[in-house]
């Protein structure tokens, strides 16, 4: 695990890392995650290692206590913490475990300044935003970076915002202190008005005049548009953001994430960075990324999946962001696969009111994903019984594997009224129950990074479907010990109680923590692909090396097309 503890880095020690500032403005959720992403893309296939961290501005100490709705899904690293989803698009960018060193918060933040304050780390001085803030946030920085060539660093929101510019002075004051190892890329909006039908950069302008005034002087802008920026346009903003014509980049709307490392490289944005620093490309290899995006173009034949979720907020956006990794994998997947993914975002309460074969009686796949509390889980049970009665390939993750446990324990194995006690607290069968140590700690209302968090062992049985999707994918071997490590976010689990039952009645056990006591996986026989999952598969899935379940599944889906 990496220590975010204390390092020893003094004020003035220079440091060999590069400091890579991504800020945005003119309006937020344009894609500044894409963006640094795709940075790091870039200058790990130019051989070089990198560590993107996320700022968030809440007061939160991590994402974990946020609504989905209100902050879109939550992102688990290998070492268990609950972040901001960003993270998840590094990891699949970067192609590396990216850990919680790489998450910082205005919570965490202001806890450890006043936890030294408390301690008397301070040795009595009056403890002020500046310096004692801005260096906690410089040290968290430099923990972060220590050892890498780049620390490409994302700050939330927008620059003005009254709650981040303590952040903005922090990156002032390193660039002070050492100057040539920081650089700055500014993100912002071109609109195009529809009754102009002209692009406007004097939004851009404005943003950039804002970090002007907070000593900051970006070394490129990123333009965001619906179509790409004409040379006039790049001129204006070098103009009057006072950067070099060719280090305004043009990053337009585009069908898919995975084009922005190459529409970047494109305009020399590698090259730029490392030139400022005087370094040189140790190679060049965005092949698998021009590879990649060639397939997303050209695949033809179409896999339509419903994922079958309840997290919608506002309109369907809601639950696209609720379960953005989700939705990666499958895409992942089904590239992989040679086909075209398309999504379709069931909600489990029309599956309650209409009926499983109505809603979903045209997909080739269904998944059901994570999720907690009781609304909607009838629908969830009712999606998974069609799956098993239709022979429709089935992924459950989290919850979903637990309601598949459930839609079996009632159906197949004929519990009347089973279920989870997180639904049903007298259910006359608990298949699924609370874990012993979280009951405690619901108790003491210890609701923050206390459920099972993170990277967890399991071990698959021989001569199952699962094991045949890791076997595929290269994550284990015919011989010894098939173990895997997932990462996962729940408080419930399988009850032993009833696994002699579930699994006479047929229930395939075919993955168990190390020590055999929880069940990981479960799955069925006589089924062209059904497998649910104790933890979040979504996870670990990169464009470039799709999840072995994921990839199974879609298999499953191409085959049956056939
Ligand atoms: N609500 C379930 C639990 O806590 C499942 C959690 C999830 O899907 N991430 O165990």
């Not at 994430?257 to 290899?285: R, S, T």
């Not at 923050?448 to 021989?462: E, F, I, K």
Request: aromatic share 8%.
């Amino acid at each position: 695990m990496p220590n975010h503890k204390k390092p020893k880095i003094s004020k003035t020690q220079k440091s060999n890392t590069k400091f890579i500032f991504v800020s945005g403005g003119v309006i937020s959720g344009i894609g500044k995650g894409i963006t640094s992403s795709s940075i790091g893309a870039i200058l790990k296939a130019k051989g070089f290692s990198v560590s993107p961290v996320k700022v968030d501005m809440y007061l939160n100490q991590d994402a974990g206590t946020i609504r989905p709705q209100e902050h879109g899904e939550v992102w688990v690293t290998k070492d268990g913490i609950e972040t901001d989803q960003d993270l998840g698009h590094y990891e699949r960018f970067i192609g590396e475990n990216i850990m919680r060193a790489n998450y910082i918060t205005t919570g965490q933040i202001y806890a450890e300044v006043l936890r030294k304050e408390r301690a008397f780390e301070y040795n009595g001085e009056d403890v002020e935003a500046i310096p004692h803030v801005t260096d906690e946030i410089i040290r968290r920085w430099q923990v972060a970076g220590k050892g890498f060539d780049f620390c490409l660093i994302e700050l939330g929101g927008t620059v003005g915002e009254y709650q981040n510019a303590i952040f903005f002075e922090a990156t002032r004051i390193m660039k002070l202190r050492d100057p040539q190892t920081v650089f700055h890329i500014h993100v912002a909006y071109l609109p195009i008005p529809s009754y102009l039908g002209e692009m406007k950069s004097k939004p851009v302008q404005q943003s950039v005049r804002v970090l002007n005034s907070m000593g900051i002087e970006p070394d490129v802008v990123v333009g965001r548009s619906e179509v790409p920026m004409d040379d006039r346009r790049k001129e204006r903003v070098a103009l009057f953001c006072g950067v070099n014509k060719d280090h305004v980049l043009s990053n337009p709307d585009v069908g898919s994430i995975y084009e922005v490392p190459v529409i970047l490289e494109n305009q020399h944005a590698g090259e730029i960075i490392l030139e400022k620093f005087g370094m040189k490309a140790k190679q060049q290899d965005l092949r698998q990324w021009k590879q990649l995006v060639h397939t997303i173009k050209t695949v033809k034949k179409e896999a339509h999946i419903a994922v079958v979720g309840k997290y919608f907020g506002v309109g369907k956006f809601q639950l696209a962001d609720s379960y953005v990794s989700v939705i990666e994998s499958i895409k992942h997947a089904a590239w992989a696969n040679k086909v075209k993914p398309v999504m379709h975002w069931i909600s489990s309460l029309d599956v309650e009111k209409q009926g499983a074969k109505a809603v979903l009686g045209k997909y080739d796949g269904i998944v059901v994903p994570g999720g907690f509390g009781s609304r909607g889980t009838e629908g969830m049970i009712q999606a998974i019984q069609y799956a098993r009665e239709h022979k429709v390939p089935y992924l459950g993750l989290c919850y979903g594997m637990q309601m598949a446990t459930i839609e079996f324990a009632r159906n197949v194995a004929k519990l009347k009224n089973a279920n989870t006690t997180e639904v049903d607290d007298d259910t006359p069968h608990p298949v699924i129950h609370i874990m012993p140590d979280q009951a405690k700690k619901m108790l003491n209302r210890e609701y923050g990074a206390s459920m099972r968090l993170g990277g967890w062992d399991c071990v698959l049985t021989r001569k199952t479907l699962t094991e045949k999707c890791y076997l595929d994918c290269g994550v284990i071997k015919k011989t010894g010990k098939p173990k895997i490590n997932e990462r996962h976010r729940h408080r419930y689990e399988f009850n032993n109680e009833y696994r002699d039952q579930l699994v006479k009645a047929g229930l395939v056990i075919s993955g168990t923590t190390p020590d055999g006591q929880l069940v990981e996986i479960v799955e069925l026989k006589d089924h062209p692909f059904f497998v649910g999952s104790q933890f979040h598969p979504e996870f670990q899935s990169r464009p470039l090396a799709p999840h072995p379940l994921f990839y199974g599944f879609m298999k499953a889906v191409v085959k049956l097309k056939k």
